[in-house]
């Protein structure tokens, strides 16, 4: 008798609770992969039939005209490029100021520590848009309109991203870095040979959302920039719809091109982000 007949037999058949745990994931995941599902169907559509009402979800002739049409209309791969520069370097600055600021707040003491600590959680309670103003008139004021620098740096005031690593700090043993300051090991050693490669899970988290985040920021980008050649995925997608009326197979089109690195990096790195969030939420406990 082969393994596969062995483990046939030994399998146990499904319980109730199993059965509706797998039929609730499928409902979701049906949720979740419908909007996609739909938006796919669409951009394969003609102008026409994609403004059809009511709307149907396989197309009845496919084509490709509006992928065709989107990257003659439009500068795509040079708003893929500006997108891409910009998360890059929005997620390596937030990265290296979270470390530091988290590391700080969660090992060394200093006068005024609490009431730094309360500027930097305030943060958390301002929402982006209301500080739109007056970070233009700095960023105008600095020189920095129609530039990448006025689109990053910004972005860069991670609070939120500083609490997370600030909480996995703190649930780090003392014991480790004390050891490695007996065998005469510096602060600055000590951060980038332990305690760094024990956040690599939630530095992988904070990455990743960065990233996605500024990948999707539509809002400042459009205010810092007006010239065409430094225009994100989001606005330049945006700016074809606008000067070319609503066209929906475009729309969709665009929305897939624009969304599908986000897609490529959470499906290669899902674990990291498990990971990232539990570890943080274990810390923070």
Request: proline fraction near 6%; aromatic fraction near 12%; hydrophobic fraction near 55%.
């Amino acid at each position: 008798m082969s393994a596969t007949q062995v483990r046939l037999k030994t399998r146990k058949p499904w319980t109730p609770s199993q059965i509706v745990l797998t039929l609730i994931g499928a409902a979701v995941s049906i949720v979740f992969v419908a909007p996609i599902a739909a938006a796919l169907f669409t951009s394969l559509k003609s102008e026409a039939e994609a403004a059809e009402i009511p709307p149907h979800w396989v197309p009845k002739v496919w084509t490709t005209q509006a992928w065709k049409a989107l990257w003659e209309t439009g500068n795509v791969s040079n708003w893929f490029v500006n997108s891409l520069v910009v998360s890059v370097c929005v997620t390596t600055i937030v990265l290296v100021v979270s470390a530091l600021a988290g590391y700080g707040f969660a090992r060394t003491e200093f006068r005024g520590k609490s009431l730094l600590m309360g500027v930097v959680m305030s943060g958390l309670m301002i929402s982006p848009a209301v500080l739109g103003v007056p970070l233009f008139t700095t960023v105008q004021q600095m020189g920095m309109v129609d530039t990448y620098w006025g689109m990053i740096l910004p972005q860069c005031a991670p609070a939120a991203m500083v609490y997370i690593l600030y909480k996995f700090f703190q649930g780090i043993p003392r014991e480790l870095e004390e050891a490695a300051f007996i065998d005469g090991a510096g602060r600055w050693r000590v951060f980038f040979t332990i305690v760094v490669p024990l956040a690599r899970p939630s530095l992988a988290a904070v990455g990743i959302f960065t990233f996605i985040a500024s990948w999707n920021n539509f809002l400042w980008p459009y205010m810092v920039t007006n010239n065409p050649d430094l225009m994100t995925m989001p606005n330049g997608i945006a700016t074809v719809m606008n000067s070319y009326g609503i066209q929906w197979a475009q729309l969709m089109a665009g929305g897939l091109m624009a969304g599908l690195p986000l897609i490529v990096v959470f499906v290669f790195f899902q674990r990291q982000i498990v990971a990232g969030v539990a570890h943080t939420g274990l810390a923070g406990q």
